[in-house]
């Protein structure tokens, strides 16, 4: 009983004294205390927005949202371009590159089996360590192997660099979301310049034609003894100046068929069938409610940076289990001899297995200089969130405030152009009836003119700021992952 005892107390003592030894070797090893961040994901509800981004009951964008302008050849357009283009290719790309990392990343979390065959020829030393009879012959030496391997990864790192590549990959396919919406607004903002300058054209034709008109009236008047060759000269610089003016147009029109057929990952010629633009207004322009906290989730490139946050944050956790040891087991299988004759032989086979282990005891500081590297990353990574945050809050109230203000401006420039209209027929009236003069007439003329495509620039205006609402608001994007569902 007292030998019973006196073993237990033994081995008491030699469990403490373990325990100390490996305690006093951590402490020993490098460490990475005083290392740490305070940077911070802002969040949207702290930041003023109740009266910039009033709720109004309204729906966030859908992913057809370009519809709501009941053009068919802009979505035809669109769809054109999710088929072909090469920036939708390239973030197609990264993310294949992205998930191969974490497949790599996956790999390195599991045993690894490997097997391998070698023969070499050798003549050995009769001077070394081989005895006789092979001291001083050639032999040939036959070795296969069946070896196995397992990191027991007991701090989490290869679980961390998995965890952390996945989230890369989450961030790379928000970021080719952000692209597909940023390709898809061009578009459609281009395709609305097409209309706009369309819309231009058309008023520029019609000032040819009435340039042309006055010219017409002025000869006749010159003719009667009313005018003089001043007022001729005077219509025809108009004239040839408005032609001017309609022949820039034609060229706008051209470069910007140019334009989105490179958008379209095309050549110059396939912008020359795209049609005239046939838009309408388009939906209501109402905000969603619950908008900051929501927008989280809705705009691609807030997902993009948030999921490059929490890849940094495993990256972390990874470095700082760099300080701790690594265990790894293996073993090995297989046949050893020299000559083929012998390899198949029971007395040729040769097996080992056991542990490895490996700790960081000094190492120049390299590790607290990859974590400091790491921890870098990681505020850079938050302060780049935080500034999309802040960048999308400003982009959703500027564009609403811009529309919003627009639609001012079209009731009075609507006013302005119907009586810009009146005073020029009745001008040109008076003109035919030799009661004005032509400066009168021009006059007129031009105002008439300015209003009407001050109208016109103001219609392409409104939707222009729809659509770039639109992509404000996520373009109709939502994250669908796990933990933005649950977050949600």
């Not at 020829?121 to 050639?138: D, F, K, M, T």
């Not at 990191?151 to 597909?180: I, M, T």
């Not at 005239?276 to 207004?281: A, K, T, V």
């Amino acid at each position: 009983m007292i030998e019973q005892t006196n073993q237990l107390r033994l081995s008491r003592i030699a469990r403490v004294g373990v325990t100390l030894a490996l305690a006093a070797v951590l402490a020993a090893c490098a460490n990475y205390a005083g290392i740490h961040s305070d940077k911070e994901m802002a969040q949207p509800q702290t930041y003023a927005t109740q009266q910039s981004l009033p709720a109004d009951d309204g729906r966030w964008p859908a992913p057809d949202w370009a519809d709501q302008f009941g053009d068919a050849q802009l979505r035809a357009l669109l769809d054109e371009a999710l088929r072909g283009s090469p920036t939708l290719e390239q973030a197609r790309a990264r993310i294949a590159a992205a998930s191969a990392y974490s497949e790599t990343a996956r790999a390195n979390a599991m045993p690894q089996v490997g097997a391998s065959y070698s023969w070499t020829r050798q003549r050995y030393s009769e001077n070394a360590l081989v005895p006789p009879p092979y001291a001083g012959s050639w032999q040939s030496e036959n070795r296969g192997l069946l070896s196995a391997s397992y990191e027991l990864d007991l701090w989490g790192k290869n679980r961390e660099a998995l965890r952390a590549a996945v989230s890369q990959v989450q961030a790379s396919r928000a970021d080719a979301e952000a692209v597909r919406l940023a390709l898809d607004t061009s578009i459609a903002r281009s395709y609305n310049q097409l209309a706009r300058l369309y819309a231009l054209r058309d008023i520029a034709q019609n000032e040819v034609g009435e340039r042309e008109r006055i010219v017409r009236i002025t000869a006749g008047r010159i003719a009667n003894g009313l005018d003089s060759e001043v007022e001729r000269k005077t219509a025809d610089a108009d004239l040839a100046s408005s032609r001017a003016t309609l022949a820039a147009l034609e060229g706008g029109i051209v470069t910007t068929r140019y334009q989105i057929a490179a958008l379209l990952g095309e050549g110059p010629d396939r912008g020359l069938s795209i049609e005239r633009p046939h838009l309408g207004i388009g939906d209501e322009v109402r905000l969603p409610g619950n908008l900051p906290a929501d927008l989280v989730s809705r705009r691609p490139d807030l997902v993009a940076a948030r999921w490059r946050v929490d890849s940094m944050t495993h990256e972390i956790k990874e470095a700082k289990a760099e300080f701790y040891p690594d265990i790894n087991l293996s073993a090995t299988l297989g046949l050893d001899a020299f000559g083929f004759g012998r390899l198949l032989t029971a007395a040729s086979r040769t097996m080992s297995a056991g542990p490895a282990i490996h700790l960081p005891i000094f190492d120049g500081g390299a590790l607290r200089a990859q974590l400091k590297g790491r921890y870098a990353d990681l505020d850079y990574a938050v302060a780049t969130y935080n500034q999309t945050l802040v960048t999308a809050l400003s982009d959703v109230a500027t564009n609403l405030s811009q529309i919003r203000s627009t639609d001012a401006q079209l009731a009075d420039a609507s006013a302005a152009q119907d009586a810009a209209h009146g005073a020029q027929q009745l001008a040109l009236t008076q003109y035919r009836a030799g009661l004005a003069n032509q400066l009168t007439v021009l006059n007129a003329e031009t105002n008439a003119l300015a209003a009407e495509r001050a109208v016109a620039n103001l219609k392409m205006d409104r939707r222009d700021q729809q659509i770039a609402l639109a992509a404000a608001l996520g373009g109709g994007y939502t994250d669908t992952s796990a933990d933005a569902i649950a977050a949600r």
